[in-house]
């Protein structure tokens, strides 16, 4: 390839006036990074998939499902227009609602998909309307064209409320973002994705954590041509990315459910990864996308290895021990825990560690508080990681063994683990063309004054590494690793004497910051009470009750009265007659 | 135009060969395969329609006209444009549909139930086709006896209640349109609608024919709040039925707007434009939520039903706002085309799904005897195949891309935000609102353990069955992937509509 971008029509979907709408490709550096994640992982969890749902019942159902998330996912990313895009966003969606209902009979399943198809369409809504602005201001759906605008949107203003005039790239940032949140789980449209646990594990590994939810992170690292002219809108992702980043990684550290360990933890990262978008640093943002899609894929399908292993048991208590029976699944795991830590040398340390330094240089706005995030969630993201793989592999053997011990899963699973701890690895050593090289120049642009990945602070790979060294990430991380050794190894005793003595805080994230329980009163609840209240009330008393019937009453009521008068007697008439020109008489004389 | 007198033989043909039915009333297989034949013969006539459509005009195309009743200056005036053409293929393909769907499960009376639908298949090409407002007033109103007989004979228990509710609605809107159309024919000295469309009036005189107009479509689109008719009468119909009434009835209201209000009252539409646009939004946000509390799987698609007929007068009525909106300043004119092209594909889109959404109901009423959610669950075990389909069509109600549903409505918003921020804004709630009462139904009737004995017997679908959902699980995949054909033919008409309302009449 010699790096130039390929951009062309496929064929033209509707021609409105003379807006033309097609359905066209896009590859630049952006797409080709993209569709190696995406193709690479799918790959993997293809061959994974193999071996362990070979005993299910819709094995074959699985297989087609899976392609036609590639083949969405690959749409979305390939698209060279925003209808494209939708197109692809949508589709994503539906084979992850299809995905996690998988095991339709599931109660818990089937309220899950629900659940993530409808808070992605609370976020949908939001970037349709963004879609639609872009539009009106611009004329066309066509990205290039879109950009080419830019520079005249960016002077305009779009009135809301009253009139007060808001600026036009603040609003379409916003809203477009609203549809990143819902994709990408950020608070608080995040509630669906811990729940989204219930699909299959090779699901949760591919579009639950490498690829779909970086839908949204994608998105806005593409639009950075319209995100460079609106703070006000950097500084409302990086505020939103700071508290999921943080707030989530507090959840992680209770979960007891392996897989919504790394679900939390998932959160948490995106959080990352939005914040990284928040201060213009989309190179860096794209390059944690990349390096946590292979090592949190490695921890997801390390977890599912786990679980085959102990017959579907997935609560970590019952756990424990298994490095001796699982050892290829072991040192995978080690590796990509150590990875997502951000230890040295480790490909999350570089993701990571060009985020925090990035976050350092900004001066937007939240800046400040998002540093704050984003430092303390690299504690707390060593400590839920070592939680999990202390608890599940080291200590005590607490699991029921169902007679034989726990065998390492077949070579079909175990490969794929090896595969992707490769790039856990050594992903990170392409920092300097990715991060600090001009690679993506042909796709993101960030203004001067937005610029926090300036090349001059980057001094190779060994000069990363031992300024990574020397500064307080890497103490963090330490600090939590150390932290979890004495919790869950040394003194396995106190994590339960301090749930004990912090109750309050304890119940706080048991119960998630009480989004679930809004969500189902408020949303659900409401939406329900207004749907009984406007069928019942509006429709059946209202309209049926008072003006149909009651117009088909009155009518009947008419012509009870009528049919009376019409006795047929003559005398009745005839004195009807009389009062008649008795009254006439009166009006006329009188 | 053409020598061949297309559109007559249209009409008429299946309205002779539902006569012919009612003469073998005893044999039930001839009959049968007399109405597939004369239905499939129709839908492939009305195909020459489209091969033979000119879309670079927005004349009237396969013109005939011959004088009628020559006192009242009545004609036998018949045309198609971009607006009726695709309208009426909807309608051919549905009466195909029609016929199969009814194929075993209609064993009372099967002769005079397709002759039924025959009959009304004429007399709605008919509708789409008159050129002569007596003549369209005519096939109007009769449409109703067939489709009344329907519901009034094959229906539920309760179908007495539904067909005079039905009937009364829209004899009560009808009685305006006669007026209206009275009127017009004072003022134009003919009762040729495009005769109507050059006719100079006040703006008081735009106002009352409009209001008389708009009674009589809101009643059969239906709009909020005359729309209760329309639940009632669909969970009374039976299966046949409720897909004429879903795919075609609901849209002859919507035609009579392009028709007769835009195009003879523009400035009357234009002043009175909020109150459609109110409505609609109410259609779309109300019956989104009463939809959400339904327990009848009818109701519930019916309801459904209104909501996507408020994309329809939505995209019809904001074409004056867009014009006056001066923030556009960039692709001026596009967003009126959005809204007019956006209403049309939401009507023929809307036909397709909600069509395929009653056969999937029908599928299972056949079975279980019953339309309450609660009665079923689980019935992906049993039926997987059936499930596979009812999901797909699910996912079109929820206005999927890729999907019909997906197109008109997107088109619709996308103006909807160039006439109002607002307007958007409310119209988008339908992402989340078509979801949750789509697929919460989906979720409590397909997914979940085996409800009962019932649902754990029940047979997954037939060939004949496989055929109806399948075909049209396909033209909704076709017009959602590649819609450019069938908007094609519009274009032209669209441009002449937007001319015309745009220009005053005062």
Request: proline letters at 3%.
């Amino acid at each position: 390839m010699d790096g130039a971008t390929y951009n062309q029509a496929v064929y033209q979907w509707m021609q409105v006036g003379s807006l033309s709408i097609e359905v066209g490709f896009m590859v630049d550096s952006l797409t080709a990074v993209m569709m190696t994640v995406v193709t690479f992982v799918s790959l993997m969890v293809h061959i994974y998939t193999i071996g362990y749902m070979h005993d299910d019942d819709g094995y074959s159902r699985f297989f087609s499902y899976i392609s036609l998330f590639t083949f969405s996912m690959l749409m979305l990313v390939m698209a060279n227009n925003f209808m494209q895009l939708f197109f692809g966003w949508e589709a994503v969606g539906v084979v992850s609602y299809l995905l996690i209902g998988f095991w339709y009979k599931k109660p818990t399943a089937i309220y899950a998909n629900l659940k993530a198809f409808l808070v992605n369409r609370v976020g949908d809504f939001g970037f349709l309307l963004g879609i639609a602005a872009v539009l009106m201001y611009s004329g066309s759906l066509d990205y290039l064209e879109v950009f080419n605008q830019a520079p005249v949107m960016a002077g305009q203003t779009i009135t809301l409320f009253g009139n007060h005039a808001w600026s036009l790239m603040t609003v379409i940032g916003i809203l477009l973002f609203i549809g990143a949140m819902g994709k990408s789980a950020q608070v608080p449209l995040h509630v669906w994705l811990p729940d989204s646990m219930e699909g299959p594990t090779p699901i949760s590994a591919l579009i639950h954590a490498a690829t779909m939810v970086t839908a949204g992170i994608f998105m806005v690292a593409r639009m950075s041509p319209l995100y460079e002219y609106s703070e006000t809108a950097l500084s409302f992702i990086l505020v939103i990315g700071a508290i999921t980043a943080l707030f989530m990684g507090f959840l992680g550290l209770i979960q007891n459910d392996i897989k919504r360990v790394i679900a939390y933890s998932t959160l948490s990262q995106l959080g990352y990864m939005t914040v990284a978008l928040g201060v213009s640093a989309y190179s860096a943002a794209i390059f944690h996308l990349f390096t946590h899609a292979f090592f949190k894929a490695l921890l997801f399908l390390a977890a599912g290895s786990v679980i085959l292993a102990l017959h579907h048991q997935q609560d970590i208590r019952k756990m424990g021990g298994l490095k001796k029976y699982l050892p290829i699944t072991y040192w995978t795991s080690l590796i990509g825990t150590l990875a997502l830590i951000g230890f040295p040398g480790l490909a999350g340390f570089f993701s990571k560690d060009a985020i925090i330094m990035a976050v350092h240089e900004s001066t937007i706005p939240g800046s400040s508080f998002a540093l704050w995030a984003v430092m303390i969630g690299v504690f707390v993201t060593s400590l839920y990681s070592f939680r999990l793989l202390f608890l599940v592999f080291h200590g005590k053997e607490r699991f029921d063994a169902h007679g034989h011990p726990p065998h390492e899963s077949p070579g079909v699973v175990t490969w794929p683990l090896i595969l992707l701890a490769i790039p856990s690895v050594l992903a990170g050593y392409l920092i300097g063309t990715l991060v600090y090289g001009n690679f993506f120049s042909d796709a993101i642009s960030v203004m001067p004054q937005h610029d926090v990945l300036s090349a001059a602070n980057y001094h190779g790979l060994i000069g990363f590494i031992t300024h990574g060294l020397l500064t307080a990430p890497f103490w963090l991380a330490m600090a939590g690793l150390v932290t979890a050794w004495y919790l869950y190894l040394k003194r396995p005793d106190f994590p339960a004497k301090i749930q004990q003595r912090m109750m309050w805080l304890w119940q706080i994230l048991e119960n998630k910051y009480g989004f679930d329980a809004f969500n189902d009163k408020v949303f659900a609840g409401g939406s329900r009470g207004l749907g009984w209240l406007f069928s019942r009330v509006g429709d059946r008393v209202l309209i049926d009750g008072l003006v149909v019937n009651g117009a088909a009453r009155t009518v009947g009521l008419i012509s009870r009265v009528g049919r009376k008068m019409q006795s047929g007697y003559l005398y009745h008439y005839a004195f009807v007659m009389i009062i008649g020109v008795w009254l006439l008489l009166t009006w006329f004389v009188v | 135009m053409m020598d061949f007198p297309l559109l007559s033989i249209l009409i008429l043909l299946p309205i002779i060969g539902g006569g012919l039915l009612l003469l073998c009333k005893q044999n039930h297989l001839l009959a049968r395969q007399l109405a597939l034949i004369v239905s499939v013969v129709t839908m492939l006539l009305s195909f020459l329609l489209y091969i033979g459509f000119d879309s670079t005009t927005h004349q009237m195309q396969f013109v005939e006209r011959l004088s009628w009743i020559a006192t009242f200056n009545i004609e036998y005036y018949l045309g198609v444009d971009g607006f009726s053409m695709p309208l009426m293929i909807l309608t051919t393909i549905s009466t195909v549909l029609v016929v199969i769907a009814g194929w075993q499960v209609i064993q009372d009376r099967a002769a005079q139930y397709m002759a039924a639908f025959l009959i009304m298949e004429g007399l709605m090409l008919g509708v789409f086709a008159a050129l002569d407002a007596i003549l369209f007033y005519l096939f109007f109103e009769a449409m109703l006896i067939p489709l009344f007989l329907v519901i009034g004979i094959w229906g539920g228990p309760n179908r007495v209640y539904a067909t005079i509710k039905f009937f009364l609605y829209t004899f009560f809107g009808s009685v305006f349109l006669l007026i209206a159309l009275l009127y017009l024919q004072f003022q134009a000295g003919s009762f040729s609608i495009l005769d109507f469309h050059d006719v100079s009036l006040t703006l008081t005189q735009q106002i009352w024919i409009f209001l008389a107009f708009l009674i009589a479509f809101a009643v059969k689109i239906p709009m909020w709040p005359v729309h209760t008719w329309l639940p009632d009468a669909h969970v009374e119909a039976p299966t046949g039925g409720s897909v004429i009434l879903a795919a075609i009835t609901l849209k002859i209201g919507g035609y009579g707007l392009l028709r007769f209000a835009l195009p003879i009252t523009p400035d009357a539409s234009m002043t009175l434009d909020w109150l459609v646009i109110g409505l609609s939004l109410i259609a779309i946000v109300y019956i989104g939520f009463v939809a959400l509390a339904q327990s009848d799987l009818k109701k519930l698609i019916a309801y459904s039903s209104i909501a996507h007929m408020g994309f329809v007068t939505l995209g019809l009525f904001i074409v004056f706002r867009i014009t006056a909106n001066e923030a556009i300043t960039i692709g001026i004119g596009n967003g009126q085309v959005l809204a007019i092209e956006g209403a049309m594909v939401q009507m023929i889109s809307h036909g397709f799904i909600a069509a395929a959404m009653f056969l999937s109901v029908g599928v299972l009423y056949d079975r279980m005897h019953t339309r309450e959610i609660s009665a079923y669950g689980g019935v992906a075990n049993s039926m997987p195949k059936f499930t596979a389909l009812a999901v797909f069509f699910a996912m079109a109600n929820a206005g999927l891309p890729g999907t019909s549903g997906f197109v008109g409505e997107f088109m619709v918003i996308l103006a909807a935000f160039q006439a109002n921020f607002w307007y958007a804004f409310l119209a988008a709630t339908t992402l989340i609102l078509g979801a949750a009462y789509t697929l919460w139904m989906v979720k409590r009737v397909f997914f979940g353990e085996i409800a009962n004995d019932e649902v754990a017997k029940l047979q997954d679908i037939n060939s004949r069955e496989m055929l109806l959902l399948a075909s049209l699980a396909v033209i909704v995949l076709v017009i959602g992937i590649w819609p450019d054909p069938l908007l094609n033919v519009m274009h032209a008409s669209v441009d002449n509509l937007l001319l015309q309302i745009t220009q005053s009449k005062l």
